[in-house]
């Protein structure tokens, strides 16, 4: 069975375990995984989504009445990140299992008095970012140390160009100056994040801000999730002929709001189904068509090309489910080098890390087919990357090892951990 082991120091030893006695001093928790023997009926659960949930949160903190969320599971850290910077602005959260109540923030969101936490949520910065560009004060942007580690650029571009002043394109970032009626470019080819960010600050913005929208769109189904959740909200702003025109308008949110489980997580049952022969597998929440595309062609690639330019979250457990079965490639997928980490490399590290080969392209992996998982030699890092995290220990579930950064895996599911090392107990 599975078995946590939490470490104070990464330079303090581990059993008789030598390798990872490193020169670091800073405080790291790893999981100490034993290779499990698994009933014959394993339970999955997924947690609520967080591309959803985030994006009604946002929307209902800005409606004049109250919203029910309604899941299944725990919502991950990135959720909790985003209710509590929406607090911060006015609205009200009443958590409890199973639902959130948000109640809108009286006359709009305000301007905060402290720095906007995101944790390690690149949306929730993201959106906060758009927000704040509608603010009549100075608003400070702040994440974890990984959040402030990426770039923001593309973000940051068009806000300076409608007017706004951007302290940093790097967390922390102060944003001063509201944003002005212009037209400005945005690149839509490295993330959908900006676009999102946009619509949903959007009830804020004066009339006439207009963006073209330009570049070979990437993760498309969350974009046109953010343009669904929007239109039921009440939202007059559409593009039209590559020109999203973001007129100001009043959100009127639902009562309640049904979230869905989160669908990028689908591919983790599969790999353990695959690895064990237990044949588990979590149907596919509804909701994002390209997502389900891109998961359904994981069960036979045979050697094909899987192209994951709008599921570019299931690059890690896709390339083992290729590894271990037929083989083929990954493609379309350049962008998520900008995750919280360089998610192409790093995933090609952690196949290396279990004894598996595969080859880093410019856009993807190229992995050979018919291999199988070895108990990794030392730890396996996985760069504070939720998606690793969970991949690293789906396979550590099979053969046994130890996983550096576990809890990461909190930014997305708090209870995957958990779940997982209980399923042979």
């Known amino acids: 069975m599975g078995r946590v082991v939490r470490l104070r120091r990464l330079d303090s030893p581990i059993g008789n375990d030598a390798s990872i006695q490193q020169s670091r001093t800073v405080a790291v928790a790893v999981l100490r995984i034993d290779s499990i023997e698994v009933p014959d009926a394993v339970r999955w659960r997924l947690p609520p989504s967080k591309s959803h949930m985030i994006r009604w949160l946002v929307l209902a903190a800005q409606s004049e009445g109250t919203t029910e969320l309604v899941f299944e599971g725990v919502p991950g850290e990135d959720i909790a990140s985003m209710g509590g910077c929406l607090e911060l602005m006015g609205a009200g959260i009443e958590r409890g299992d199973g639902s959130w109540v948000v109640r809108g923030a009286e006359n709009g969101l305000s301007t905060p008095d402290e720095i906007l936490d995101c944790g390690n949520s690149g949306t ?136 869905p489980g989160e669908a990028s997580l689908v591919p983790m049952s599969m790999l353990f189904g695959r690895l064990f022969g237990t044949g588990s597998r979590v149907e596919i929440p509804p909701g994002d068509a390209m997502m389900t595309e891109a998961i359904d062609s994981l069960d036979d690639v045979n050697g094909g090309v899987v192209d994951l330019r709008d599921a570019s979250d299931i690059i890690s457990p896709a390339a083992v489910l290729i590894a271990i079965g037929n083989g083929g490639s990954i493609v379309g997928a350049r962008h998520v080098r900008g995750k919280e980490s360089d998610r192409i490399r790093t995933t090609v590290e952690m196949l290396a890390a279990f004894g598996m080969s595969a080859r880093a392209t410019d856009d993807g992996i190229e992995i050979p087919g018919g291999q199988f998982p070895e108990k990794p030699d030392s730890p396996v890092e996985t760069h504070g990357d939720h998606r690793l995290v969970m991949t690293a220990a789906v396979l550590a579930s099979k053969v046994g090892g130890i996983i550096i950064n576990h809890r990461s895996s909190a930014v997305t599911d708090p209870e995957f951990i958990e779940r997982l090392t209980g399923l042979g107990e």
Not at 172 to 196: F, G, H, N
Not at 213 to 237: D, F, Q, W
């Open 124 to 259: 929730t910065a993201r959106i906060m970012t758009a927000i704040a560009a509608g603010m009549p004060l100075p608003v400070t942007v702040d994440g974890d140390e990984s959040l402030r580690g990426r770039d923001w650029a593309s973000l940051s571009s068009v806000l300076t160009g409608l007017g706004c002043r951007i302290s940093s394109e790097r967390l922390p970032s102060t944003v001063t100056a509201r944003i002005q009626p212009k037209r400005v470019e945005l690149d839509q080819s490295s993330s959908s994040q900006p676009l999102t960010a946009l619509l949903l600050a959007s009830p804020s913005y004066p009339e006439g801000t207009e963006i073209l929208l330009t570049g070979e769109p990437v993760s498309r189904g969350y974009s046109h999730l953010t343009m669904k959740i929007c239109e039921a909200c009440g939202s007059p702003n559409v593009s039209n002929e590559g020109i999203l025109h973001l007129d100001p308008w009043r959100v009127i949110a639902p009562d309640r709001v049904l979230i």
